[in-house]
């Protein structure tokens, strides 16, 4: 069964860090562009960060760049998120995806194909 699973989620106050985690099972991420995904309350999904599978691409969204960090390792088959400088409105459910190419700066929804069941972070005093 092809799946992923996103963790390292949580309640952290404003100026903190966190790291999720994107592990696949089932697949090898190696070949797959990974796209991290946020949605919080009342607001669509929006991409927040993306690395390709072999060119050395990466993309952040202008709203996390300096403070998000994509990263992954292909003998865990995990990509991941370090979050640092978190700020409230970084709140939401954030999502992991795979899809053959980032398609940056757009980053479509229908384009990725395998999505994580989501992790909650919350930015908060």
């Known amino acids: 069964q092809l799946q992923l699973v996103e963790s390292g989620g949580g309640l952290v106050q404003p100026g903190g860090s966190l790291r999720l985690s994107c592990a696949a099972s089932?697949?090898?991420?190696?070949?797959?562009?990974i796209g991290w995904f946020r949605q919080a309350p009342g607001k669509e999904r929006e991409g927040v960060s993306c690395i390709s599978s072999s060119d050395g691409i990466i993309y952040y969204v202008d709203s996390v760049k300096g403070r998000f960090t994509i990263s992954r390792d292909n003998a865990k088959n995990t990509v991941y998120l370090q979050m640092n400088s978190l700020k409230p409105e970084d709140t939401a459910v954030y999502y992991c995806?795979?899809?053959?190419?980032?398609?940056?700066?757009?980053?479509?929804?229908?384009?990725?194909?395998?999505w994580g069941q989501g992790t909650q972070v919350t930015v908060s005093s």
């Open positions: 995806a795979s899809a053959a190419l980032c398609g940056i700066p757009t980053m479509e929804l229908l384009d990725f194909n395998y």
């Open positions: 089932g697949f090898t991420l190696d070949y797959y562009a």
